[in-house]
């Protein structure tokens, strides 16, 4: 069984920064690809940013493209999601997932993920 758990959420004013990070253990972490998606109250999951499995491909929502960064080692079995620029429309819980049984484009469905964290909460302040 995967565990996937994230951290290094919480509570930053519009303009700031957070690094989120993500630890997945029990099967070979570079053997999957790995996703971020969040969820605001309300509303429904959506995606978020995408790593291949070597880190060489990498994918955004455009409305984080240039302000988020998506990145990982596979030494530590970890995913990072850096987030600049913060906005309040950035406050969302946001969930780390596993992609290690399918492949292909549809990287942006949340359903195409094997095995996901419980969230972090990121909330911006205005």
């Known amino acids: 069984q995967v565990q996937v758990v994230e951290s290094g959420g919480g509570l930053v004013q519009a303009g700031g920064s957070l690094r989120l990070s993500c630890v997945a253990s029990g099967r070979t972490f570079s053997s999957g690809a790995m996703g971020w998606f969040r969820q605001a109250p309300g509303k429904e999951r959506e995606f978020v940013a995408h790593?291949?499995?070597?880190?060489?491909?990498?994918y955004y929502a455009p409305p984080v493209k240039d302000r988020f960064t998506i990145s990982r080692d596979n030494a530590k079995n970890t995913v990072y999601l850096q987030m600049n620029s913060l906005k309040p429309e950035d406050t969302a819980v946001y969930y780390c997932?596993?992609?290690?049984?399918?492949?292909?484009?549809?990287?942006?469905?949340?359903?195409?993920?094997?095995?996901w964290g419980q969230g972090t909460q990121v909330t911006v302040s205005s």
């Open positions: 997932a596993a992609r290690f049984t399918k492949s292909g484009s549809s990287y942006m469905i949340s359903y195409e993920y094997d095995y």
């Open positions: 790593i291949s499995r070597s880190g060489a491909t990498t």
